[in-house]
């Protein structure tokens, strides 16, 4: 029986590799992908399934969907030129990536699907500190977070819950960890970046917000804060905070063993037992 | 919905190497073949991201135009011009 041993909050920040090349291991960006890479090896996970949202790399404006899953071989990224990261080839497990979108569709959740695609740094950047060798085969599952509509929190929470059920329905031994890829508050491009930056934190107090409940194992009030307003006003990318509450719906919250946030980058970094 | 064709040509700079160079190196050539409105055609030449935005213009596609430096676009001019579409 495949099980969910842990699941995982990670940032995906593009220029995170070239700053580490440039600032060395002890960096603190260095230190805290360290931190919750020891957390993964711990659970011995034979599989990754990841919770993102693509900035219209993989998908574009001629296609968009609100949720969808690669069921492929392999897949390359990043395809978006982040500096200091190699195109990898990517494992994957495509007999379980079209179990767990078999198991969605059966619960509701309309799933799209793509059998041949490429990444982005979002998916990419985690890994290229994580598991630099591309051991793990990796199922993405993109969750439509900059684009309104979005999804509602509510219902990521119940994709997570769904993924869940299939991976526990999987017949095979399989150790399964979830992570969940993205910012809580962050401005990339857009009208409320920091002056001579290509980014800012338009709403630090959310962040803050977010870390607490996440904290205190209070998935419930989170899912109720984190309406599409709010995960607008932190920012164009605010909406990545869906990956994590779908990544949540995975274990059935509970408390982490840490949340440690990057304030002045908008996001954190967190581990969970499965549940 | 030309803005499509503003949003998809910010990818293509991405995308096409080829596109960047004649980007970086003429653009109104570079431009020539795409369909797109004379309104449009101005504000990309003028490296005017505010009106490119308040068209509708995707900011993580716009950005690529400041990435690389083209239409007379830097970060810190991207960034000036940008936040004055708030």
């Known amino acids: 029986m495949a099980e969910i041993v842990g699941a995982l909050g990670v940032p995906h920040t593009p220029f995170f590799p070239s700053l580490v090349e440039r600032e060395g291991p002890e960096c603190e960006t260095a230190k805290l992908f360290r931190k919750v890479t020891v957390e993964m090896e711990s659970m011995r996970p034979d599989l990754i399934v990841m919770f993102d949202t693509d900035h219209l790399n993989t998908f574009f404006l001629d296609n968009l969907p609100v949720f969808a899953i690669g069921v492929a071989d392999t897949f390359k990224g990043p395809n978006d030129e982040p500096r200091s990261v190699p195109v990898y080839t990517i494992k994957s497990r495509p007999d379980v990536a079209a179990h767990i979108r078999g198991a969605a569709v059966h619960a509701g959740f309309d799933v799209a699907m793509s059998q041949q695609f490429t990444v982005d740094h979002s998916v990419v950047v985690p890994l290229h500190f994580m598991t630099p060798k591309m051991h793990i085969p990796v199922i993405p599952i993109f969750v439509s977070g900059h684009i309104p509509p979005l999804p509602s929190a509510r219902r990521c929470y119940e994709l997570g819950a769904v993924v869940r059920k299939a991976v526990e329905r999987w017949p095979d031994k399989l150790r399964v960890v979830v992570m969940g890829s993205g910012s809580f508050s962050l401005e990339v491009f857009g009208p409320r970046i920091a002056p001579g930056k290509s980014d800012g934190v338009p709403d630090p107090a959310w962040v803050t917000r977010v870390c607490k409940l996440l904290e205190q194992g209070d998935t419930q009030t989170l899912i109720q804060e984190a309406t599409e307003s709010q995960l607008l006003r932190a920012g164009n990318v605010g909406g990545e905070l869906l990956d994590w509450i779908a990544m949540l719906g995975t274990i059935g919250g509970g408390r982490p063993n840490f949340v440690t946030p990057q304030m002045e980058q908008g996001h954190a970094y967190a581990a969970w037992n499965g549940g | ?86």
């Open chain 2, 1 to 86: 919905m030309s803005v499509f064709a503003v949003n998809y040509l910010c990818r293509e700079l991405l995308r096409d190497h080829a596109f960047r160079a004649a980007m970086k190196s003429d653009p109104a050539s570079a431009l020539a073949k795409c369909d797109l409105t004379a309104e449009e055609r101005e504000a990309l030449l003028a490296g005017d991201v505010a009106s490119l935005y308040r068209m509708g213009t995707n900011a993580f596609l716009m950005g690529y135009l400041a990435r690389f430096e083209v239409c007379g676009l830097t970060m810190p001019l991207y960034s000036e011009r940008i936040r004055t579409a708030a």
